[in-house]
């Protein structure tokens, strides 16, 4: 049953490859410390220029998986004791705490119900309280509930104070159209795996003129003020991921000449056709507010897990909870796919479904998600 052009993967990172990216993987690898390598990596920052929309630089990408440019963002921005709120809604949130602490600052956590997103007035109450506070750590899309946080409003909050509202943008950036230096935020993090549809391996961290005046020296490997000083002019510090930096000058391109804001509404659309779909079979989608990058599904009395190890066997890979919601929850991820993609999962999630006795109409999801899209 398997299918011998092998797995199908809807996990939110990592996520499926495009050919173009996969052609590019393929080649030989070249030098860094040489015209070519300088050229291509210049280009590409100009492709994130656009793609971020600010006039500065002030971006630097890294060789990592996204938790490096977290703790950049934390070691770069943030001295020992600072005060920092970090909104914990969910694993990611945890991090964000998790790395606040282990760097010696002062972490008030605001605790968001799993599944539900911030309510920015609690986040302006609590800068009022802690007028000291010089950092709001948060997600943009929190992929472990499948929640998304409104930056925005968060942004004409941090806005008006002395903090820095610090996003983690990992499965956000690529996907939404998000305007950093119009919404006030001041340090958004992505990563190669998620909506850049590239191998794990590469991050990338934007940030303001208000950030850029507290950067520190703390960090050695992950110092943005020499990154950034070498990058401009096209080199790295350190040996670059230079196969991932040529890919993503391919998924920039892949995502410009889409445009981000079609992009963006390709992503409403499947998120919206994804989640009747699932409701159609009578699941719930888990969060209140839900990210477009992926759907997080409660299927209520059903072991989320049976569920997805029937959906391998037909070759089709969701993800699973993480930390409290294993087992009671799975994640289908849009990111990489194109509409006639979703068809693919929600056939193999009817089918499990009927495998394990479930008494559905074959068809339903399926058709539900093409109403929604045909719309
Ligand atoms: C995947 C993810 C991360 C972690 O990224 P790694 O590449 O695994 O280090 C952080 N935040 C969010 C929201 C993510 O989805």
Redesign the pocket.
């Known amino acids: 049953m398997k299918p011998f052009k092998g797995e199908r993967i809807f996990t ?2 990592p996520v499926e490859l495009p050919d173009a990216i996969r052609e590019v993987l393929g080649r030989q690898i070249i030098h860094h410390r040489t015209p070519e390598f300088t050229q291509a990596f210049l280009e590409t920052r100009n492709l994130f220029k656009k793609l971020v929309g600010c006039p500065e630089e002030n971006f630097v990408f890294f060789a990592s ?4 440019a ?1 703790e950049a963002a934390v070691l770069n921005f943030f001295r020992e004791g600072d005060k920092v709120v970090a909104i914990v809604g969910g694993k ?1 949130g945890e ?1 964000w705490a998790e790395l606040g602490k282990r760097w010696g600052l002062e972490v008030v956590k605001l605790n968001v119900e799993w599944g539900k997103s911030v309510d920015p007035e609690k986040v302006e109450n609590l800068l009022k309280e802690n007028p000291d506070c010089k950092g709001v750590l948060v ?1 943009m ?3 472990s509930t499948g929640a998304l946080h409104d930056v925005k409003t968060l942004g004409e909050i941090t806005g008006k104070s002395d903090a820095l509202l610090v996003v ?1 943008a ?2 956000a950036l690529g996907v939404y159209d998000i305007k950093p230096c119009e919404w006030d935020i001041d340090v958004l993090v992505g ?1 190669s ?2 909506a850049f549809m590239l191998p ?1 391996g590469l ?1 990338m961290l934007w940030f303001s003129e208000k950030a850029k005046e507290r950067l520190t020296d703390r960090a050695y490997y992950f110092d943005i003020s020499g990154e950034l000083k070498k990058q401009i002019e096209g080199q790295t510090a350190f040996t670059p991921a230079i196969t991932l930096i040529l890919a993503l000058r391919e998924s920039l391109n892949i995502l410009l000449s889409e445009g981000m804001e079609k992009v963006e509404k390709r992503y409403r659309v499947m998120a919206e056709g994804v989640r009747r779909a699932v409701q159609a079979l009578g699941m719930k989608v888990f969060p209140e507010k839900p990210t477009i990058s992926l759907t997080a599904v409660f299927p209520d009395e059903l072991d989320a897990d049976a569920l997805r190890k029937e959906m391998l066997k037909m070759g089709v890979r969701v993800a699973g909870g993480q930390g409290k919601l294993k087992g009671k929850i799975f994640r289908i991820s849009h990111m990489g796919m194109d509409l006639l993609d979703m068809p693919v999962v929600l056939s193999a999630l009817e089918l499990a479904l009927k495998r394990l006795g479930r008494d559905i109409k074959l068809g339903s999801a399926v058709g539900a998600y093409l109403e929604a899209v045909n719309e």
């Open positions: 939110p990172g998986s996204g938790t490096g977290m990611f991090r997600q899309s929190e992929s983690d990992i499965t990563g795996q998620k794990p991050s």
